[in-house]
């Protein structure tokens, strides 16, 4: 199992940045990729960036240019420098892990931290 914590959620106002944190506890050798997603009132949850074990990135369109995504293997976390936020990123983002598919290809999720970006 793994657990996943993240931090950094705030109230911000729009063009300001604010950076997430999620740290990894548990079996964390499983882990592949982390990343971040984001669900807003009403909407689907969707993917903001992840980052794989070999370095490589993804990112939403809506994120390219504004957010980075970073990982700490040595301290299994993963963070989300967001700068030039909008009031359209307001969301409660969500940490995920994936394992690798020779353990079963599994997500995980944190609980989730509310990002409020006031116009």
């Known amino acids: 199992q793994v657990q996943l914590v993240e931090s950094g959620g705030g109230l911000v106002q729009a063009g300001g940045s604010l950076r997430l944190s999620c740290v990894a506890s548990g079996t964390t050798s499983v882990i592949n990729s982390m990343g971040w997603y984001r669900q807003a009132p009403g909407k689907q949850r969707e993917l903001v960036a992840y980052e794989s074990s070999g370095g490589s990135t993804n990112y939403a369109d809506s994120a390219k240019g504004r957010f980075t995504i970073s990982r700490d293997n040595a301290k299994n976390t993963v963070y989300l420098q967001m700068n030039s936020l909008k009031p359209d990123d307001t969301a409660v983002y969500y940490c995920?892990?994936?394992?690798?598919?020779?353990?079963?290809?599994?997500?995980?999720w944190g609980q989730g931290t509310q990002v409020t970006v006031s116009s």
């Open positions: 995920n892990a994936r394992s690798y598919i020779l353990y079963g290809g599994f997500d995980y």
